[in-house]
């Protein structure tokens, strides 16, 4: 049903008294933010796009559909609440039928400042589905159906998901946990290296461990995310698993980075294989975007130049979309945690290599947010881009929706 929601204006956590039942933490405006980026159309190609986007199902594979503070240096502290407010008003009016929620459990700190820690995770799951239950719109998404269910019926599917495996620690049972909590996707590791494998901190692959809970996932029917493991780690990791796995979100480095960093399994190897064992690459975008020597600031050009270099290197049947947006300030949330997360027991290890990020050329200024795809709302924007270069309907229907769901009919039971 497209755009055509049936919201009935709930906000998040109403049922409770603001200041009361919780700390009152202004947050800021679903809406107009920033100036909204929608990829200009002509009148026929305008009415193609509004006749897709009712046809066919949108599905966002890696986002945080949730409200940032109004003032973002107090992101800690309202994550230290333990309570997420989901965009109900967005995201009834963003044409999207399913979202990957990947909640905010990198940075849950209720009781510590490291996060991924499972009383956390467990609460921060509990309290959204708590408040998901609450209204009618937005349905928590537990299996293939629900999706077109939702697309059927004018709501938005929302699927639970961990970007790292790091809070089951050594105990396989706690993925079963969390799928029988509604989870249906998770990371293998984030930004460090756990129990399961290596992130970009340690160059090692699937550990024992990591090679039982690949197992475990499958015979649950979840779907095992890439998260940020290196490279090595998800070539093992797709060897392994008996079912296709993916990418949520991720960007291709020959485009994005100056300096890629020496790794034992290119990116290219790496994403060949997935697509070979019919998994799935979802190019991400962020609060800095995808930025390359062509699109050297982040906008909705990069990103797509992204996709077809995907699309390229994969074929058309193994590409999709996590653009990893959010509703607030997304790079100013960036610098706030950058800043602190290294605050305390944190050293520089000499002779460790870093990729570098590319950098805004002189006389070029930073909007400070990602152009065309500054929230989840613009996640139409793919499709626009694509109406616009002369892509078919099917091509674009498989880029923002119908290669996931293949996907998830492959892994979900």
């Known amino acids: 049903m497209g755009k055509n929601k049936k919201y009935n204006g709930y906000k998040a ?10 700390k009152d933490i202004p947050l800021c405006k679903e809406f107009s933010r920033v100036p909204s980026y929608f990829v200009p159309l002509s009148k026929t190609e305008e009415e193609r796009y509004e006749e897709f986007i009712e046809k066919n199902i949108l599905i966002n594979l890696h986002t945080h559909p949730f409200l940032f503070p109004e003032d973002v240096n107090r992101v800690m502290e309202l994550m230290n609440t333990g309570r997420g407010f989901t965009a109900y008003e967005a995201l009834s009016r963003s044409g999207l039928d399913c979202v990957f929620d990947n909640v905010m459990d990198g940075i849950s700190y209720i009781t510590s400042y ?26 928590h998404c537990l299996r ?34 969390l799928y029988g909590l509604g989870v249906r996707s998770l990371g293998i590791c984030y930004s460090e290296s756990n129990m399961l494998g290596g992130a970009r901190d340690l160059d090692i692959g699937l550990t024992d461990f990591g090679y039982d809970a690949v197992k475990r996932m499958n015979k649950l029917g979840m779907l095992i995310d890439r998260g940020h493991a290196n490279n090595r780690t998800v070539l093992e990791a797709i060897e392994a698993s008996d079912k296709p796995i993916y990418v949520s979100h991720s960007g291709p ?21 997935l697509a070979e064992k019919e998994g799935l690459f979802a190019v991400g975008s962020a609060g800095w975007g995808a930025r390359t020597e062509k699109n050297p600031v982040g906008n909705i050009e990069g990103y797509m130049e992204c996709v077809e270099y995907c699309i390229e290197l994969m074929g058309i049947d193994h590409v999709g979309c996590g653009p990893d947006t959010t509703y607030g300030d997304h790079q100013g949330m960036y610098r706030h945690w950058f800043a602190h997360e290294r605050t305390f027991g944190h050293y520089e290890r000499p002779g460790k290599e870093r990729r570098e ?5 002189e006389g070029m200024e930073d909007p400070g947010y990602v152009v065309g795809l500054e929230n989840p709302n613009e996640f139409v924007n793919i499709a626009r881009w ?15 929706g119908s290669n996931a769901l293949k996907l998830l009919e492959k892994v979900w039971v």
Not at 357 to 361: G, N, V
């Open 13 to 22: 956590f109403q049922y409770l008294e603001r200041g009361f039942d919780y």
């Open 114 to 139: 490291s996060g991924w820690k499972w009383t956390d995770v467990i609460h921060d799951i509990g309290i959204r589905l708590s408040d998901i239950h609450h209204q009618e719109m937005v349905i």
């Open 144 to 177: 293939v159906r629900d999706i077109i269910d939702a697309f059927e019926n004018g709501k938005v599917a929302l699927v639970i998901c961990l970007e790292s495996a790091t809070p089951i620690e050594n105990e396989l049972d706690r993925i079963d946990v």
């Open 253 to 273: 480095t020959a485009l994005t980075s100056v300096k890629r960093v020496k790794q034992p399994v290119s990116q290219e190897e790496m994403m060949q294989a």
């Open 357 to 361: 990020r590319r950098q805004i050329p």
């Open 386 to 400: 694509m109406i616009l270069h002369g892509y078919s309907d099917g091509e674009i229907s498989k880029i923002v």
